[in-house]
């Protein structure tokens, strides 16, 4: 079934409905630190709303503590321009995108996994 132009419209308006939160989208710059290594300098690229969905997991142990689990699911708006090695970062919390689902039949939103870092 292929939804019209009009319909997906509808969609997109509800689904923005239900994006509570500001989402700066975050990119990267390297430079030279002069000594054979890079420094990292994080911008924002856009600022739109999302909504940040938490997963369930199993906690690890790093260096004999407890690590709780920290990845999510972030909804943005169909139209958002954003890919894996990108940051997110949703009021004082930053999250690395580790995957996008690009390529789906019904362009109604977009949706990232990510880790809270």
Do not use: F, H
């Not at 009009?6 to 239900?18: F, G, P, Q, T, Y």
């Not at 949703?90 to 996994?113: F, I, M, Q």
């Amino acid at each position: 079934m292929s939804l019209t132009a009009k319909e997906l419209a509808v969609m997109r308006s509800v689904i923005a409905d239900l994006l509570p939160e500001t989402c700066q989208v975050l990119t990267v710059t390297r430079a030279s630190d002069g000594q054979g290594g890079m420094t990292e300098t994080w911008g924002t690229a856009a600022t739109t709303t999302c909504r940040v969905d938490w997963k369930s997991g199993i906690e690890t142990v790093q260096g004999g503590a407890v690590q709780p689990y920290r990845r999510c699911i972030i909804t943005l708006p169909y139209d958002t321009t954003v890919a894996e090695g990108y940051r997110l970062q949703v009021d004082t919390d930053v999250y690395a995108v580790t995957s996008v689902d690009n390529g789906k039949s019904w362009d109604a939103c977009l949706r990232v996994e990510a880790d809270k870092v």
